[in-house]
T-cell receptor, first 112, second 115 residues
Framework: GDSVTQMEGPVTLSEEAFLTINCTYT??????LFWYVQYPGEGLQLLLK?????DKGSNKGFEATYRKETTSFHLEKGSVQVSDSAVYFC???????????FGKGTKLSVKP | DAGVIQSPRHEVTEMGQEVTLRCKPI?????LFWYRQTMMRGLELLIY????????DSGMPEDRFSAKMPNASFSTLKIQPSEPRDSAVYFC?????????????FGPGTRLTVL
């Protein structure tokens, strides 16, 4: 079945460091890919998405490119801030009804 | 704009009791999803509805769990009887069309503790 694998955390970075969180997927057909972020005590919020191969999603300085050839959707940010500390989830949606399949999540801590 | 609303935010109950979690989706959204989040298993889809009709409940753990959506603005997830292993955060999410490209909007979750 469809699945998402993302890098294990936690990830600890200093402010202004470069961030990469790896995400790969297995799916039949042509899924849409998402990154969601969960701040402490809150629900998940969409960070960015891409719905077809070679699409780049971007938001708040974060980017991810849908790479069909490597089945990847890695999240990047050039300069992280303390306020980026959260748990990041990679997800795919391939079913006709849009149900999401999530990775395990990667906890990011950014130190001043 | 009101987002997805869930109640209660926290629930503590004793094993064997009935628990009912409630969700109000975003107005105009046609699809509703129930997820469960635990440390061990991460985020799991339990069930989803499209136009108030349950489409796939294969993620529901067992017969103790049931979900209903009597109208477009309300859904419930019921656990009867509850067990300690049901302790988790339960999220409700809704989306406009329920297709694979649609964004799901999540509620704040209900943290359930079964003693």
């Amino acid at each position: 079945g469809d699945s998402v694998t993302q890098m294990e955390g936690p990830v600890t970075l200093s402010e202004e460091a470069f961030l990469t969180i790896n995400c790969t997927y297995t799916a039949t057909g042509y899924p849409s890919l998402f990154w969601y972020v969960q701040y402490p005590g809150e629900g998940l919020q969409l960070l960015l998405k891409a719905t077809k191969a070679d699409d780049k999603g971007s938001n708040k300085g974060f980017e991810a490119t849908y790479r069909k050839e490597t089945t990847s959707f890695h999240l990047e940010k050039g300069s992280v801030q303390v306020s980026d500390s959260a748990v990041y989830f990679c997800a795919l949606s391939g079913g006709s009804q849009g149900n999401l399949i999530f990775g395990k999540g990667t906890k990011l801590s950014v130190k001043p | 704009d009101a987002g997805v609303i869930q109640s209660p935010r926290h629930e503590v109950t004793e094993m064997g009791q009935e628990v009912t979690l409630r969700c109000k989706p975003i107005s105009g959204h046609n699809s509703l999803f129930w997820y469960r989040q635990t440390m061990m298993r991460g985020l799991e889809l339990l069930i989803y509805f499209n136009n108030n009709v349950p489409i796939d409940d294969s993620g529901m753990p067992e017969d103790r769990f049931s979900a209903k959506m009597p109208n477009a603005s309300f859904s419930t997830l019921k656990i009867q009887p509850s067990e300690p292993r049901d302790s988790a955060v339960y999220f409700c999410a809704s989306s406009l069309g329920g297709t694979s490209t649609d964004t799901q909007y999540f509620g704040p979750g209900t943290r359930l503790t079964v003693l």
